[in-house]
């Protein structure tokens, strides 16, 4: 069934026009948009996608991208592989072995270091396939506090993180880790008469990690010291009665959640066939690392930033999930932490954040992390570091 509008349905893309728009990001991301037109885009309210049919230029019918309407997410296993559109495109045939093409050494990222400004769902079309060796991030909370609140809903919210994990998915090379750090958000209550609300959030998390080709590897709890979690007032009301029922303990853990990209590739397949062994054996883990899923960290603080992680968390992260030279991903950069860590233990980083006020931070910062190689950035919606603060950087 096809129809230009499907406006009956609470559908993200309800026009053909927005449905080219997602399919030409697409085509973007497998560099193929200069050489590749649309047929007629069609909804398929059966199953609740687009269809994109996609034409040569000589408009002969080389394939389709297939939209999730809800989502406006590409659904990768009904549309074209990149692979075959190339030689339909060529006109080559592919060779009908039947088998998933062998990758006989791990990839090499050539990506340099990279600041950009604005919404890591766009600024992650920019990002080649494969060309990330780690994600670390700390997503925004869900309207952890009111003046803070960004999203219409919990389910909003959960769309836009859908959205960066399935983009990761594609960036992130094969077999490689997603690290995220997140915890339960409490909704304080509007009045007296309303009971306060504490959300699951890494268990929704899981889920769509899930549903987005990871497999899940760990649950590592950063345990905070005791008296980090009085700040929320959870745990005041049952200090003082001491009445059953309204015991809650005072939050003093956050979820370190570690996924890695579905491959049929173990582990050992990296270390093995690393093209530069060196690298390897540079990166070896010294002794005093975590040897338990409790990792012991004081919180941070920075005074421009409601929810920074700790340079030592990040440390860890980076050193226990990557070699050294890879290039570690934070769709949520904040202050830039994850990028300094990064520098710090010889890795390179890809680092996106769309409040300006970070991002003056981050363009402060950066000449301490690298000193003159700060000038070898690669900037994508923002200025270079004004010369001001390049004498702020290097100063401090």
Known sequence: MSHKHASKKPYKITTVEQ????????LKTIQLDKAVEFGLPEIDDRYHIWRVPLKSKNSDNIGEIVIDAYTTLIVERKTT??????????????????MKKESILPKISTLRNTIGLGDAELL???????????VFTSPPYYNARPEYAEYLSYDEYLLKIRKIIHQAHRVLGEGRFFVMNVSP???????????????????DFHRIFVEEGFDFIDDIHWVKPEGAGWATGRGRRFAADRNPLQYKPVPVTEYILVYRKQS??????????????????????????????????????????????????????????????????????????TGKAAVKNGRRFVLFEQDESFMKIIKEDVFQWL???????????????TSTQQFIGFSE
Do not use: C, M
């Open 19 to 26: 449905a080219k728009n997602v399919a030409s990001g697409f």
């Open 81 to 98: 592989k990149a692979e075959v559109l190339e030689a339909r495109l060529l006109g080559r045939k592919l060779q009908a072995t039947g």
């Open 124 to 134: 992650l079309q920019e990002i080649p396939n494969e060309s990330i060796d780690l």
């Open 185 to 203: 958000v409490l909704i304080r209550r509007a009045n007296r008469n309303e009971a306060s609300k504490r959300i699951a959030v890494p268990f």
């Open 264 to 337: 049929d590739k173990l582990i050992d397949w990296h270390i093995r066939k690393h093209p530069q062994p060196e690298i390897v054996e540079a990166s070896k883990i010294k002794d005093g690392y975590e040897v338990t899923n409790l990792w012991r960290i004081h919180p941070a603080f920075h005074k421009e930033h409601p929810a920074v992680f700790p340079l030592e968390l990040a440390e860890k992260v980076i050193l226990y999930y990557s070699f050294k030279e890879d290039v570690v991903l934070d769709p949520f950069a904040g202050t830039g932490t």
């Open 371 to 385: 000193q003159k190689d700060a000038e070898k950035v690669n900037w994508l919606n923002t200025p270079p570091p």
